[in-house]
Every structure is written in structure tokens, then in C-alpha cells.
């Protein structure tokens, strides 16, 4: 009878550690965002933070099991302050790059992206990347798209804190281009008619969007790729996909 009464105990000793190692208190997660790239990010007449980002994380959060909160800041510098310890994680459109994996650790990609171009309506001596040389192109400052243009043309670069600078640039005439991921590149475009804006045919490089995390944050880490794929398998994330971006 003991026997079984210690058999009985360690079965629900070990139900009660395995259930702590699988959610750990993760206490509010501090996400850092940068809330001024539609559609993934920004801030609508409510003053609230809204945007595919906002909406996947919300989902992932609850599948994955932890609480967390916005912390609307700059572009420039974001992955040195979540190093620094300003926030739990980033997310934030943020490409999965070497560099920027080597200070912090990323999620399974989330969302593949590119490069692409922006002119006004009427300009016609601009058709692709190689039109760029000897032009001024605006981009937001530290984005892929900033390190793509200063690498790989000719272009001028004129860089801006926040993206929606850098296309009232474009619409006022102070540059003859502007660079931005492809799906933000269109939002504004398509959002903002009385800028008279188009974008150019062409994707010019190939991204895939992840959630950083500090390093050596396992248990967060883990709990974001859990809340992603349950996410991923249960619909949610298409859902979210088609109400931005459409099928």
C-alpha cells in the first residue's frame, strides 16, 4: 500500500515539474516596436498601436502562455536596446539578419519580404534599380532598406528617422525615390492617393521577418516559436494575413 501511495506521488510530482518546465512565469514581456511602419506597425486615431505585428503577437502571446506589453520606440538602435535590456523582445518587421543575430536571438521567420521602389506618378526616368545611380533616394534610417541601397547602387542616399518621412519626402520633391519593404511600400502608396506615388515592378532582395529576443532567453524564446506555430496551425495567422494583406 505505501508502495503504491509513493508511486501515486511521484506521478504527480513529475505531472508538476513537467507542467513548470512547459510554462514557465514568463512575468510581462516588454516588446519593443517601432510603430511607424503600416501595415505591420502603427498608431491609428485611438492612439492605439495596431497592425499585423500587434495582431499575430496577440495570438502568439496567448498560445504561447505569457503576458506582455508595447513599447512604442525608434528604428535606430532597437536591437542595442533590447540588448541593453530595455525590453524582453522586438518585434517589429524586423529581417533576420547575421549581424543583428549575433546580440540577439531570433524566432522561426514569421514573413518574407523584399525591397522595393517608390516615385512619383509622373516620373519616367526611373524603371528599375540600375536608375537609381547618381538619383536621391530616401529610406528609413537602419532598415534592410537603408543597407541595400548604400550597398548595392549608385544611389544617394537621404535617410530618415521614421519611414513615413521618408515617402512625404518623395511626394514633396525633395528625392526622386524612396525604398521600403514591398507590403509597406504599397500601404502608403495606396493609403496616401494625394501623394501621387507609384511602386516599381521589382523586389530586390529576399527577407524573411523574425521576433528577436534577448540572448539567452530560451524559456521566452521557446514560449514565441510555441505561440508562432500553434498560431501557424490553428488558422489564425491566415486569417491575420488576409485582413492585411488579402489572400
Partial sequence: MKVRKWIVVL???????????????????????????????????????????????????????????????????????????????VMSAATILPDRAEIVDFSAPYFDAGQMIAVRADTADIKNADDLAGK????????????????????????YDENTLAFQALANGDV????????????????????????????????????AVNKGSLDLLEAVNKGLAAAKSSGKYDEIYEKYFGE
Avoid: H
Wanted: proline fraction near 5%; hydrophobic fraction near 45%.
Fill in 11 to 89: 506521478v504527480v510530482l513529475g505531472l508538476v515539474l513537467t507542467a513548470c518546465r512547459a510554462t514557465p512565469n514568463l512575468g510581462t514581456v516588454k516588446i519593443g516596436i517601432n510603430a511607424e511602419y503600416p501595415p505591420f506597425e502603427y498608431v491609428n486615431e485611438q492612439g492605439e498601436i495596431v497592425g499585423f505585428d500587434p495582431d499575430l503577437l496577440a495570438v502568439i502571446a496567448e498560445e504561447g502562455g505569457f503576458d506582455y506589453e508595447l513599447v512604442n520606440t525608434r528604428w535606430d538602435g532597437i536591437f542595442v536596446a533590447l540588448a541593453s535590456g530595455e525590453f524582453d523582445a
Fill in 136 to 159: 536621391k533616394v530616401s529610406v528609413q534610417l537602419g532598415t534592410t532598406g537603408d543597407i541595400w541601397l548604400t550597398d548595392e547602387t549608385e544611389a544617394e542616399v537621404v535617410r
Fill in 176 to 211: 526622386d525615390a524612396a525604398v521600403a519593404d514591398g507590403p509597406t511600400a504599397f500601404d502608403v502608396v495606396e493609403a496616401n492617393p494625394e501623394m501621387n506615388l507609384k511602386v516599381l515592378p521589382g523586389v530586390y532582395t529576399d527577407e524573411q521577418y523574425g521576433i
